[in-house]
């Protein structure tokens, strides 16, 4: 028997309260925003070109990835 695939899908209406509702675990925290704060950066500067994913493992979102295309210049602060 096969495992289901892990795929990337955009972030839609239909699926955004589902991606939102993914945690890390306790101990990992301290190292990602939440997906919510995340998506609101996202949504503060789109100059920077967001790239926003749910990642899937079949029809299940189990994770969600952030890229930025053109980040700002400069030292990183954050």
Known sequence: MRSPSV???EITDDNRDAV?????????KQFVASVSHSLKEAAKK?????????VYRGDEPV?????????PAGPYKG
Request: charged fraction near 30%; charge should be positive; hydrophobic fraction near 40%.
């Open 7 to 9: 795929h990337l899908r």
């Open 63 to 71: 994770g969600f990835v952030m890229l930025s295309w053109k980040p």
């Open 46 to 54: 789109p100059k920077a070109n967001p790239w926003c994913r749910a």
């Open 20 to 28: 939102r509702a993914l945690r890390v675990r306790r101990d990992q």
